[in-house]
């Protein structure tokens, strides 16, 4: 399984930026994806997943209503949108995707993503607003 991400980069606040992630060498169905991102002044934390099929989708609390996860009709492609950026989203944000589809659980125990639920992971790029 290989992930690659595109986009990124520096942009003023209040701006927008769109990060994409494709996703090759799955062969089921059911998966998750989504984007965990990480700074050097806080941990690393998941801020939006996708179920496989488009739902349900997860957002952390600091990005609800600014960030929109989205993907492709063939959903091999993610699709971050995020706009009214903040300097607090700076981070390297990485693409993640968990093959046994655990985000579908999400909301009916209330979970949040656990970086140690997804196996494959990007490279990682970087978005900087100032």
């Known amino acids: 399984v290989h992930l690659v991400e595109s986009g990124g980069g520096s942009v003023e606040t209040g701006g927008s930026m769109r990060l994409s992630c494709t996703v090759s060498g799955v062969t089921s169905e059911g998966y998750c994806m989504g984007w965990f991102r990480q700074s050097p002044a806080k941990k690393r934390e998941g801020i939006a997943t996708?179920?496989?099929?488009?739902?349900?989708?997860y957002y952390h609390n600091s990005v609800k209503g600014r960030f929109t996860i989205t993907q492709d009709n063939a959903k091999t492609t993610v699709f971050l949108q995020m706009n009214t950026l903040k300097p607090e989203d700076s981070a390297t944000y990485f693409c993640v995707a968990d093959l046994l589809g655990r985000c579908a659980y999400y909301p009916k125990y209330d979970r949040r993503p656990d970086p140690d639920e997804y196996n494959y992971w990007g490279q990682g790029t970087q978005v900087t607003v100032s």
């Open positions: 996708i179920n496989f099929g488009g739902e349900p989708t």
